[in-house]
């Protein structure tokens, strides 16, 4: 059984920078690609940055340029660099992996991380 285990969130003023992580523990696994979701009050959940396992990144129009995501294979771990943070950033951040176990599908969640940018 999978556990995602984020951290890294926290209340940061408008222009400042946040770094989120999030890293898998319990069942081996094959990872195919790793990402980060956000949900704000109201809103659908909506992708913020995804990496494969080839290393091709993939960044929502709203936060590119601003956040990077990286992976660390060693680690199964994926973390996102967040950087001139604004208001409409504010969101509950959640790490997503897919991949496979025993030759079947999966994907889990992290429970999430609050991001609050306010002055």
């Known amino acids: 059984q999978v556990q995602l285990v984020e951290s890294g969130g926290g209340l940061v003023q408008p222009g400042g920078s946040l770094r989120l992580s999030c890293a898998a523990s319990?069942?081996?696994?094959?990872?195919?690609?790793m990402g980060w979701y956000r949900q704000a009050p109201g809103k659908q959940r909506e992708a913020v940055a995804i990496?494969?396992?080839?290393?091709?990144?993939n960044i929502a129009d709203s936060v590119k340029g601003r956040f990077t995501i990286s992976g660390d294979s060693a680690k199964n771990a994926v973390y996102l660099q967040m950087n001139s943070l604004k208001p409409e950033d504010t969101a509950v951040y959640y790490c997503?992996?897919?991949?496979?176990?025993?030759?079947?599908?999966?994907?889990?969640w992290g429970r999430g991380t609050q991001v609050t940018v306010s002055s």
């Open positions: 319990g069942s081996i696994f094959s990872i195919n690609a």
């Open positions: 997503n992996f897919v991949g496979s176990y025993n030759h079947r599908p999966f994907a889990t």
């Open positions: 990496i494969t396992s080839g290393g091709t990144a």
